[in-house]
């Protein structure tokens, strides 16, 4: 069935509208995958926090236009599935590469993070970075190991005048 002009043109706000606000893309061919396989993709995509679409690419082109996806419309070609990672930048990409992990036949073609397209081979680095919980965490005590090596410094010099005079002690009482 053919999409209207005004059914095409509220497609390209919304992919748009979702692209102006995402953290990252990625653009994965989908061939061969089933209509079950597709609907656990997209129950995956939801629980992770991921726009997941399927789009007509000269549509995708149109709400590329002035996002920093721009640089992912020559990778468009085929029938592609498009993931936007909506809460940390490696979302999407971690979904992508857990499905595709059982799923031989979703096979990435471009990612983008920043205005910047990379490659198939650049899924990995992407899912590995930490997620925002992930990186408070680690910002929290990269600040904390001064504070804490500071307080165990502080506690060092009472410990060492105690250790010091229970060694006085114990040398009186065993000259004794």
């Excluded at 089933?34 to 993709?41: A, F, R, Y």
């Amino acid at each position: 069935m053919a999409l209207t002009i005004s059914e095409k043109q509220a497609i390209v706000a919304d992919v748009a509208e979702v692209a102006a606000s995402a953290h990252s893309a990625v653009a994965a061919e989908y061939l061969g995958l089933t209509s079950e396989q597709m609907t656990k993709l997209r129950a995956e995509a939801r629980k992770g926090g991921v726009y997941l679409r399927v789009i007509k690419n000269t549509l995708a082109r149109r709400a590329f236009e002035g996002t920093d996806y721009a640089c992912m419309n020559e990778a468009l070609i085929g029938p592609l599935v498009l993931a936007f990672s909506q809460e940390d930048p490696g979302s999407a990409a971690r979904v992508i590469k857990a499905f595709a992990k059982d799923n031989n036949k979703l096979v990435v073609k471009a990612l983008s993070v920043g205005g910047q397209l990379l490659g198939p081979g650049d899924l990995e680095r992407l899912a590995s970075l930490p997620t925002k919980d992930q990186a408070i965490s680690l910002l929290m005590s990269v600040m904390q190991a001064p504070i804490t090596k500071l307080a165990r410094t502080i506690n060092e010099v009472p410990g060492k005048l105690v250790r010091t005079v229970a060694a006085i002690r114990d040398a009186k009482q065993s000259a004794a």
